[in-house]
């Protein structure tokens, strides 16, 4: 059953990224809102499954991910704030648990086992190259970002681009995440206290 149910999910998940909308040069812009939809696998356990992303991100100035269920449920949510990104704040729901500190390789293994600096997704989304000293980075025949390896965490990420449908994915030994992009906008959402979040005092920090 729960094999049926991932194998839905994986359909869902190649259908909504045939449908997208979004059309605007994202490399082109410094701030923007995406909904996308992630397929995660776990390398060791065979294990998948799919949740969908609302972000809204300023370039190396602010950063927001929600992550939901298929059926819209909130599993957790991901600030970081400057100085350039490096005030990292996320909150597990349904653990009831919650990270506040510093943005570094370490920060999100509690709940993905890539040692990838969330600071990096910010610059994934906005289609831009990554730190030289510590990334290689290759661009397509368009002169566009095509994919970026840093040899020493194991980590590839490539975006790829058909028409106005556009994915990156990161690729580690534990795991792998694909994105599909389904909406990008050049503008954040207009919510007040976007990038601010503050975990509910019942939650219990994250020790590490």
């Known amino acids: 059953m729960k094999c049926f149910f991932f194998v839905l999910l994986a359909l869902s998940f190649s ?9 605007k040069d994202i490399s082109l812009s410094d701030e923007g809102y995406w909904h996308a939809q992630a397929l995660i696998k776990d390398i060791a356990t065979h294990k998948s499954a799919v949740v969908g992303l609302d972000v809204n991100a300023k370039l190396n100035e602010s950063f927001r991910m929600d992550v939901t269920s298929p059926l819209g449920q909130p599993i957790a949510s991901l600030v970081m704030t400057s100085p350039k990104l490096s005030q990292l ?9 919650y990270y506040r500190g510093e943005a570094n390789e370490k920060s999100l293994l509690p709940i993905l086992p890539i040692p990838l600096n969330p600071q990096i997704l910010n610059l994934v989304f906005f289609e831009k190259h990554l730190d030289s000293s510590q990334w290689k980075c290759r661009n397509d025949s368009h002169g566009k970002v ?7 965490l194991g980590v590839l990420i490539k975006w790829k681009r058909r028409g106005s449908r556009k994915s990156f994915e990161i690729y580690h030994e534990k795991s792998q995440v694909q994105i599909k992009v389904t909406n990008f906008q050049p503008k954040v959402e207009d919510q007040e206290n976007l990038f601010q979040l503050n975990p509910p005092k019942s ?3 994250i020790m590490r």
């Not at 259908?15 to 059309?23: E, R, S």
């Open 203 to 205: 939650f219990l920090p």
């Open 146 to 152: 095509n994919d970026c390896q840093n040899q020493t």
């Open 15 to 23: 259908l909504q990224g045939c449908q997208t909308t979004q059309k």
């Open 89 to 97: 704040t996320y909150i597990l729901f349904d653990e009831k648990k």
